[in-house]
């Protein structure tokens, strides 16, 4: 088990361009969350995946934001036309939810977005 | 959606000392996590407690569904301990957990 992994750990772009972030999540973990903290703040949840299918998603989740889970493994963020609003840390979280096993969600690193 | 209010927001302590973090959340809940974030941004899992009490080494959380509020108290504080802690409650739909600000613990030596 070698935990949630996010790439890269830092991304600074200028206003308008497009970034991509990846999430790993754990092994076998079938949901995989993104949040985005700004500072001072808790993490704000942005969307959920069960397997590959995305299930829900925040009005936090503007059209410029996309994210995909293909083959229920790793999943993507993308922002385009980046705006200086999207300055955050953006966190990805996994868990396993079963029957019998409890929905406990666990964090990566993040990735710190910067938009000058 | 429901509203989670945590206190106190700050909090200083010598090493050694004992706290108690109190959240309080606005509707009922059937899971809720504790974690403390580290001054370089991880979030670590410290308690998965819907209900009830449970302890790990120096730190033990209580949750009272109920009553709408969970504590989490910490012992004999060291500066390791210093960083954000937050509760989470889940939501109604049992997917996204909701995050209130936090408490931000400052320990000294």
């Known amino acids: 088990d070698t935990g949630v992994s996010q790439d890269p750990r830092h991304k600074i772009t200028k206003r308008g361009q497009n970034v991509t972030f990846r999430c790993d999540p754990i092994?076998?973990?079938?949901?995989l969350y993104w949040y985005r903290q700004t500072l001072g703040q808790g993490p704000e949840f942005l969307t959920y995946?069960?397997?590959?299918?995305?299930?829900?998603k925040s009005r936090l989740l503007s059209d410029r934001f996309s994210a995909e889970r293909p083959k229920g493994s790793f999943s993507t963020l993308e922002i385009q036309r980046t705006e200086q609003g999207d300055s955050a840390m953006y966190l990805c979280?996994?868990?396993?939810?079963?029957?019998?096993?409890?929905?406990?969600?666990?964090f990566g690193p993040g990735t710190r977005l910067t938009v000058t | 959606g429901i509203q989670v209010e945590q206190s106190p927001p700050d909090l200083i302590l010598q090493e050694g000392a004992n706290s108690t973090l109190r959240c309080n959340f606005s509707?009922?809940?059937?899971?809720l996590q504790w974690f403390h974030q580290n001054p370089w941004g991880q979030l670590i899992n410290l308690f998965y407690?819907?209900?009830g009490t449970k302890q790990n080494g120096r730190l033990s959380a209580t949750t009272v569904a109920t009553e709408r509020y969970s504590l989490l108290y910490i012992s004999s504080s060291q500066t390791t301990d210093s960083g954000v802690y937050f509760c989470?409650?889940?939501?109604?739909?049992?997917?996204?957990?909701?995050f209130g600000k936090g408490t931000t613990l400052s320990v000294s030596s």
């Open positions: 979280a996994s868990s396993l939810a079963t029957l019998v096993v409890r929905d406990e969600q666990y």
């Open positions: 995946f069960q397997n590959e299918a995305q299930l829900e």
């Open positions: 509707d009922s809940v059937n899971n």
């Open positions: 092994s076998e973990h079938n949901r």
């Open positions: 407690i819907p209900s």
């Open positions: 989470a409650p889940r939501n109604q739909a049992g997917t996204a957990l909701i």
